[in-house]
């Protein structure tokens, strides 16, 4: 079955292109111009991913606040920012609200297909993962305090549920897998199938997580990181 995009973007001529595109490479189209068209359907009947633009005709951050309305229904719809802004700032912005990736319009669309397919391959492997492989990481993950269900995209920290976003849970499954263990940025980037970001895209999503802990356990203090080095889960 073909996988489902919601494509959120005010400009009609290039809503279209991508439309075209997106349906030549083999994908179902849902399209929206504007932010409450989009947020009603989209949230009634959730895509396989959605492609969002920021700015939504008088809506400057239109797309910011519909990621920010996804993420309280959902957190593992994997959502990428599609846009032509291109500021660290609105980066850092998305992926703080649990975007799982940010593309520039400028790519071009083979760039951007690869990255789509990244994302949705990742998803896929982890549903396969569901029927248990001896080669395969496990499904469920403990160290001491927290228990990860990668089944059912579920975290719990001192049996509380912490809520998060598909790429930062890929980045907490590779922390934990090798608990002690420095993990590099280009090792965490891989593990949760970003494939092009700037050299602030992993501390973002690592200080999301923290802040995601911090907010079930203020004491939190179990991902360490070491300038140069890299990151790791700090047994207990």
């Known amino acids: 079955m073909a996988k489902e995009v919601a494509l959120v973007e005010d400009d009609q001529t290039l809503r279209q292109n991508y439309v075209d595109q997106l349906e030549d490479a083999g994908f179902t189209v849902r399209s929206y111009a504007d932010r409450v068209a989009a947020e009603a359907d989209i949230l009634k009947k959730l895509p396989d991913l959605a492609l969002l633009d920021i700015g939504l005709h008088s809506e400057r951050e239109g797309g910011f606040e519909l990621c920010r309305n996804i993420r309280k229904v959902t957190e593992f719809l994997p959502i990428i920012f599609l846009t032509s802004y291109d500021k ?98 280009e090792a965490l980037m891989y593990a949760a199938n970003i494939t092009h970001s700037g050299t602030g895209t992993i501390p973002v999503h690592i200080n999301s997580i923290r802040n995601k802990f911090k907010q079930v ?20």
């Open 88 to 185: 660290d700032v609105d980066e850092i912005s998305a992926l703080r609200l649990g975007a799982d990736d940010f593309i520039s319009k400028d790519e071009s669309f083979e760039k951007i297909l690869v990255r789509i397919d990244a994302l949705l391959r990742r998803v896929t492997v982890i549903a396969k993962e569901a029927n248990d492989s001896p080669t395969k990481p496990p499904l469920i993950l403990e160290q001491g305090e927290l228990k990860i269900d990668m089944a059912r995209y579920e975290v719990h920290w001192k049996h509380t549920s912490v809520r998060l976003p598909l790429t930062q849970l890929w980045i907490l499954q590779a922390l934990v897998l090798h608990p002690g263990q420095f993990q590099s940025r």
């Open 217 to 236: 356990d203020t004491h939190f203090n179990h991902i360490v990181n070491e300038r140069g080095i890299g990151y790791k889960w700090r047994e207990e």
